[in-house]
DNA sequence: CATGACACCTGCTCGC
DNA sequence: TGCGAGCAGGTGTCAT
């Protein structure tokens, strides 16, 4: 389900919503979710733990526990971090896996649908080893045109999958992909080493448009993202190409063609736009 | 090592 | 209406 814009944006609701509570117990309904440390592990490690810092690494969200260890959450495809304050439709309790119960009387539940996501309780330096395989946040200032364009040049696979690949650059998944490459009037399955100094620049410029103005809409919901409050993201609206197949090009104005050659994944391009 | 295939899950949509 | 196939914002592992 959701790639930076909508990671972040859980991520921020959770620290304006969250940081500084306390949490008092955890229930545990469906156990495959976890990772690192099982129930029992879990519920002893973090009840009595006060959650200091909700953030974003990768397409992770991170809670800083005031014992030194880390919830880290894998959302996947379907999971979610809902706030329950006495609220919860019979939906969301259904899938509700993992539940922490805080002082307040709220409730934090992890909310997963096909449980590929993952929960994970990792000591520090736990956490050092998996985040060291990351590739570079690309709103950040080390994201710069010299790296891509190097990322790029090292790979023979085709560029879309570059720049999903998260060890070298993270936060980029299918929707934004799409979007930034038919932004950048260059085809998906170009192999990502004959990509041009030229086009790698106005890529680089793309992926970080096109991040940041979804990050504005706080995300986008396609079919069922939403953010920690419960409400949709904006930028389906926006989109040119993901989910618009044979649909005109916002830019020329040709028939949009769908495709699954690259990775198995759902691929939209401009065949005019894009080359 | 880079690459590709496959596994992990449930739910929804579409065609017969 | 029922039923099987295919597909879904992702990633970890294993064989080649």
Redesign the pocket.
Known sequence: ???LP?VETIARDLQARIAGAKIRAVEVSKP?VLRVAGPKVLARRTSGATIQRSWRR??LVVLDLSTGDRLVV?L??TGNLLIEDGSLSDDDRKYSTVRWKLHDGRTLHYYE????GTVSLMSPSQFEKYVAKLGVEPLEPAFTTDLLFRLLQS???AVKKRI?D?TAVVGI???YANEALWRARIDPSRPSNKVTRAESDQLHRDIIEVLEEALNSR???????RDASGEPGDFVRRLAAYGREGLPCPRCGKKLVGT?AIDG??TVLCVRCQS
């Open positions: 389900m959701p790639e909508e495959d990768a397409k894998s996947r495809f649908v096909r449980r590929l790979s023979r696979q999903m998260q998944g299918n929707i995300g986008t919901s396609f079919r069922d993202y699954h994944r759902a």
